[in-house]
C-alpha cells in the first residue's frame, strides 16, 4: 500500500502540493508544475537532483524554493547534478542549499564519504559494488587503479576480506575522501594509496613497483574506458594469473562482441590464457551505451 492511501503523502506529492502553493501565493504560473524531478538521490540530509531539474524555475531560484524543496524531500540541504567531466571524473555538481558538501553515504554497510562537488558517486554502480562486496578474496592481493573514493577499493576490503589493496589514484579530493574513507570503516592498515598517474606508479621504478608480478586480482573501474590501464593491470598480476576485472562502455547489443574484441586485444599483449569468466551489464551509462564489466581470467 501506498503512503498516499494510508493518508500520508509520498515526498513528491508533498513536493508538487507545496510548489504549487508557493506559485498560486506569488501569483505565478502552474504549468511549471510539469518540470519538476520525479527522482533524485538522498546522500545523508542532503538531497542531489538530477541535471537540469528546476531549470524553467530561474525567476524562483533562491533559498526560498531550495528550502522548500528539500524539506519536501525529507533533507535540509540540496544539490544539482552537472556533467561528469575531465580525466578525473569531476562530477560538476553544485550545491543550491547548506554551506557544506561533503556527504556521507552507507550502502551494503560500508561508509562512503566524500564532496558531492568534487567527487563522483554513481547511484548505478550499486549493484557492482554489492557484487565485488560479495566476492571471497580472502588471501588476496589486489590493485586498484581508478581508486576514486574507494568504490571498489572499501567493498574488496571490508566484505570481500582482500589480506591487501594497491589503490592508485590521481585526484587530490578523492584521495582526500578515500583515506578518510579506510579509517572511518577500520581498514586502513590493508590499503597502500599511490598518488598520481598509475602509468607512474606502477612502472619498474614506480611508488607501486612492488605491487608488479604480486596480485590475484586487478579493478579497472573507469569509463568510458579503462584502456590504457590493460598493460598495466597484466603487469601486476602474478606470473600464473589471476582476474581482471575491466569496466567499458558498449554500444547496446553488441556488448558480446565488445567482450571479444576485449579478449582478443589482451591476447595481443599477453602470451597467457585470456579467458572471458563474465559479462556484467551494469546500467545504461547513455540511450543507446551500457556500462559493462568484463570478468577476465589470466593464465
Ligand atoms: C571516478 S572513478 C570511476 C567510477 C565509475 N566506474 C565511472 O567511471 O563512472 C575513476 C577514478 O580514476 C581516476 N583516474 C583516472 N585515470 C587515472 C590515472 N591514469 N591514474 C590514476 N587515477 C586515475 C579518476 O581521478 C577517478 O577518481
Redesign the pocket.
Known sequence: MTGERQGKLSPYSTLIEQLKSHLTENNGDLSLLTNVPDKWEKHGNLLLLPQGSFEEWSEYAGTELWTLVAHSLGGQRLALKGE?SG???RPGATLLLGEDSWVTHREHGIDYSFDITK??F?AG?LP?RGRMGDLDCSGETILD?????G??TLPLLVRAGATHVHA????ID?IHALNHNLEANKVSERCTI?S????L?VAQNGSAAKALGTCDRVML????SSE??WPLALAALKPEGGLLHI?GNAPSGGEEKWANSVVEQLSEIDSRKVELVNLVKVKW?SPHVR?CVLDIQIG
Open positions: 561528469i580525466p578525473k571524473r567527487s563522483m554513481s554502480n557492482e587503479l581508478y581508486a576514486g573514493i568504490y571498489y592508485c589514484e590521481w585526484s578523492a599511490y598520481g598517474d598509475n602509468k606508479a573501474g573507469l569509463l568510458p590504457d590501464g569496466h551509462y556500462h
